[in-house]
């Protein structure tokens, strides 16, 4: 009976609360398992996936009032709200830490590596898993469910994850990180603009190797043993005591016999023989009872039902699904093995996966069983250690959002002769700003400083072909001195250049090689891959910005949509905008629709005969989608059939009144919408108003205006700016 009892008391190994002081030392003993169950349930922040799984975020010991993740602080602090929950919990850190999940294994809870949690929540932003004892999952929809959470947490803020699994977690793991994986080739259609959130595998004591033990045999007979449950408890011969069920004390012995190692096994022996010697009665009364209670817990968290669903339809099913796809699995993988786990044999596992895997490597602990994350291991140091390099302390990479500055003056005035120069002389650009109280004036004046904490963004619409990048933060840096950072489709970053020129493109470099002869100009000239993430860490970091919210549907428009707008429903940017008290600014742009003619629009082109419309169509689908929440056939990257005129026509840009986000709380729904359709308006304001003046400009026709550009070397002058006032 001892030796059962010691199997269900595994978990006092990781109970390292002190228990309350009244109860003797047996009944601490069984209250702190219990307590460590009740905590691993209920710490820090969580979100619900399902009625029965929950992902719960594990604050860092030093956020804590206790030192320890299992304070309730964060908790207590107040809920957050769902759709900028993650983002909140980022932004605790500076969005700095990486990401790492923890897998359990078939407990739901991970008892075994509560030691390790508050080193890996102190280096990582770090998750767990938690799979309640009702949950009757498939093992399909156990990876569903983790991969729904990766694109919530990683994916669309463009983050890199590592997931840590132990035991069933190492087997899920890889399932979901091969799921994920197919997922966003079948998304992008294509592996050179696939996004791979994960970044690394580390694998404790894993059960990829479940078809080479008994368990599939031993779990079945084991769990059949429930139904002598009832019976035991009705049994009166037994007094005032209930004895264990026989699942509870078959599974204990079981436990007993493949869980701990003989340094655990004596460990737990001791604390139960170091009792005081039993003086009374009661006192036998207490032991007996808390003897039952210890047997109890196996039927409370882990009952003959679940391990009965769990090794039954989870353990077998994910057997069969990643094995088979190992060799293809060039996620980087850490394998920590116990070289004494009785449960699993992970010591010829481990040796198996780092053969078959392209990318793997293995840690053995000597002396460890199956329970191998005790107070002997630091999983932290092991993972930074590793080839994982999850801090990039091995090759730290080019932050393109705080390690970029401007070039020097010399290379920027070289750049805009260069680059810039030629496409003014075709547009002869005009550009206007307004005041707070609504009036125009020509030039730039108006447009407020940068402020140290206090980021402007600009927004405008963008014109047809996309040119118009490089032009506003030319005169942006030629004018004002004002740095911004473009917001670009993800497209300008594989094929490098764009407006601003070509260059091969990179995805990192070393810090400080920001120079043009490693990335195109865009990027030299601080342009970043439009994503939720950089946008966010832009306005966090207080550095201006320029987004295009039209985006590819605005370029490529159609025959009858000159200066309309074709906004995405959602208003995330203004939510961030206000969450740094950022400036924004509406940017109406007029002039590059009225240099082409199109002939055929851009969806009309999938619909040609002679295969010209199926292979537009494949064109389009290989272009990543520039909205994190887009795909292939969201966001169609097909420019319309257009012939350009013979002379462009002049482009007017129009800044309109600065909008201040300071009083605008970013939890406002109905606030922040009000604010989008106010930038809104104010752009279509701007477009009004120049369609309007610009009939009175003395140089709206192409062949006189660059006539006299090229006679008298100055920018021919254009409408008064009352035109632009008047109402």
Not at 169 to 197: F, I
Not at 239 to 258: D, E, H, I, K, M
Not at 635 to 646: D, I, N, V, Y
């Amino acid at each position: 009976m001892v030796r059962a009892l010691v199997g269900n008391l595994v978990p006092l190994l990781f109970a390292t609360q002190s228990p309350t002081e009244p109860l003797s030392p047996t009944g601490q003993i069984i209250d702190a398992v219990k307590k460590l169950y009740l905590d691993l349930d209920d710490a820090n922040l969580s979100r619900q996936y399902t009625p029965t799984i929950k992902f719960s975020y594990v604050a860092p010991p030093s956020a804590t009032a206790e030192s320890s993740w299992r304070c309730q602080t964060q908790k207590e602090n107040g809920a957050l709200s769902e759709d900028m929950f993650f983002d909140c919990i980022a932004s605790t850190h500076n969005s700095t830490k990486p990401l790492a999940l923890y897998l359990p294994g078939l407990d739901g809870f991970g008892i075994s590596a509560s030691q390790q949690f508050d080193d890996l929540a102190e280096t990582f932003e770090f998750w767990r898993m938690i799979v309640t004892q009702e949950d009757r999952s498939s093992f399909n929809g156990l990876m569903e469910t983790v991969s729904t959470f990766i694109e919530d947490v990683a994916v669309k803020l463009d983050r890199d994850v590592i997931l840590i699994g132990e035991s069933f977690g190492g087997l899920l793991a890889p399932a979901v990180a091969a799921r994920t994986r197919a997922k966003h080739y079948k998304t992008h259609a294509g592996e050179d603009v696939v996004r791979d959130p994960i970044k690394g595998l580390v694998l404790v004591n894993p059960a990829t190797s479940y078809e080479d033990t008994q368990w599939s045999t031993f779990a079945p007979l084991l769990a059949q043993l429930k139904h002598l449950k009832d019976d035991s408890r009705q049994d009166k011969r037994s007094g005032p005591f209930s004895l264990p069920t026989p699942y509870s004390f078959v599974g204990g012995l079981a436990l007993a016999a493949s869980i701990p190692d003989s340094n655990q096994f004596g460990r737990i022996v001791s604390l139960l023989t170091e009792t005081a010697p039993v003086r009374n009665t009661d006192e036998l009364t207490d032991i007996l009872e808390n003897m039952v209670a210890g047997f109890g817990i196996l039927d409370e968290q882990l009952p003959a039902e679940t391990i009965e669903h769990r090794i039954g339809q989870w353990l077998p099913v994910g057997a069969r699904v990643v094995n088979p796809r190992l060799t293809t699995l060039d996620v980087p993988t850490l394998v920590v093995a116990g070289q004494d786990d009785n449960m699993l044999p992970t010591k010829k596992e481990a040796q198996r996966l780092v053969k078959e895997m392209p990318n793997c490597v293995k840690i053995d602990i000597p002396g460890s069983g199956h329970f191998v994350l005790d107070e002997r291991v630091n999983l932290t140091e092991a993972i930074l250690d590793s080839h994982l390099d999850p801090l990039k302390k091995k090759d730290i990479p080019y932050d393109a959002i705080t390690d970029w500055d401007l070039p020097d003056k010399e290379t920027v005035q070289k750049t805009l002769d260069a680059r810039v120069k030629p496409l003014r002389r075709l547009v002869s650009p005009v550009f206007f700003s307004t005041s707070q109280d609504g009036k125009r004036k020509a030039g730039l004046s108006h447009l407020p400083r940068s402020e140290e904490g206090k980021p402007i963004l600009f927004v405008a619409n963008h014109q047809f072909g996309g040119l118009d990048l490089g032009l506003i933060i030319a005169e942006l840096i030629e004018k004002r001195d004002i740095k911004v950072r473009g917001l670009a489709h993800p497209i300008i970053f594989q094929q490098g250049g764009g407006a601003f020129g070509g260059g091969p493109p990179v995805e990192q470099q070393e810090r400080g090689g920001a120079g043009t002869s490693q990335t195109g100009l865009f990027q030299t000239f601080g342009a970043v891959q439009v994503s939720p993430r950089n946008y966010y860490r832009l306005m966090q970091t207080g550095q201006n910005g320029l987004l295009f919210p039209g985006g590819v549907r605005e370029v490529f428009h159609g025959k009858n949509e000159a200066y309309q707008l074709f906004w995405p429903e959602k208003v995330d940017f203004v939510r961030i905008a206000a969450k740094f008290n950022a400036t924004v600014i509406p940017i109406s742009a007029v002039g590059a629709a009225d240099s082409v003619n199109i002939l055929i629009d851009a969806p009309d082109i999938l619909n040609l005969p002679f295969g010209i419309g199926e292979r537009a169509a494949n064109n389009s689908a290989q272009v990543m989608a520039a909205r994190f929440d887009g795909n292939e056939k969201s966001e169609l990257f097909q420019p319309p059939f257009a012939l350009p005129k013979p002379l462009p026509a002049r482009h007017y840009f129009v800044f309109g009144r600065p909008m201040s986000t300071e009083s605008l709380d970013h939890r406002d729904k109905d606030g922040c919408e009000v604010f989008y359709k106010n930038v809104q308006e104010e752009m279509v304001r701007g477009f009004d108003d120049v369609l309007r003046a610009r009939e009175n400009d003395p140089f709206i026709d192409s062949v006189q205006r660059i006539a006299y550009e090229q006679v008298t070397g100055k920018t021919a002058p254009t409408f008064l700016v009352d035109e632009l006032n008047r109402k």
